[in-house]
């Protein structure tokens, strides 16, 4: 997930325009819905404590990373700069 949305990032940074907004589904649980992170979650960990009965989830921390990740890109993403929008410092 983290490369897509760096790659939603590029492509609007290279079509000059910007991301409106990112829906994402997130919990505050420690569920295993969704790979990868900094907890690593791989595909075997899925089943350990996988809670939807719908979409996947991220949890807490992928959510915060994400969260960063998109902080990042706004920051360094100058379209933003330009359309008025700013990140917070």
């Known amino acids: 997930m983290l490369n897509e949305v760096k790659n939603v990032f590029a492509v609007h940074q290279s079509e000059g325009s910007f991301a409106g907004g990112l829906h994402i589904e997130m919990t505050g649980q420690n569920v295993t819905e ?17 809670r939807t009965h719908c979409d996947p989830r991220l949890n807490a921390n992928q959510a915060l990373e994400l969260a960063f990740l998109i902080s ?17 410092s």
Do not use: P
Request: proline share 0%; charged share 30%; aromatic share 6%.
């Open 34 to 50: 969704c790979t990868g992170g900094t907890q690593k979650i791989s595909d075997r960990d899925l089943s350990s404590r996988y």
């Open 72 to 88: 990042d890109e706004i920051k360094k993403n100058s379209i933003y700069v330009r359309s008025g929008i700013r990140a917070v």
